[in-house]
């Protein structure tokens, strides 16, 4: 359970970063954090094979580590997470050239 607090406010952190240092539209993502939490969101995203907002400005500015996406194909939150989602989130990721 701490591992999943920690992973929410880690999210939210970046997802504030996005919008106010870097303009980016992540205000729905930060809304959705917030009544959601930050495991379920990512669940629903990867279930509906989508990527959370903002992450195609932040990957255009070369700012892929901001993203929901990133967190998730971090090795600490891997036990969050299915491999199947995991792997979503690293497809993605590398389809946007982050990697």
Known sequence: MKLEKEFQLQA???AQ???LVH???TKRLLQ???TDGGVKTVQELCKRHRVSDG???L???GLGELTLEALVVKGKYG???TDDEVNFCLDVLMQAGHF
């Open 59 to 61: 990957c255009r500015k």
């Open 17 to 19: 970063t996005a919008m």
């Open 79 to 81: 036990i969050l997470f």
């Open 12 to 14: 939210m952190q970046n």
């Open 32 to 34: 959705t954090l917030e």
């Open 23 to 25: 303009s980016c539209p």
């Open 55 to 57: 992450f195609d400005d």
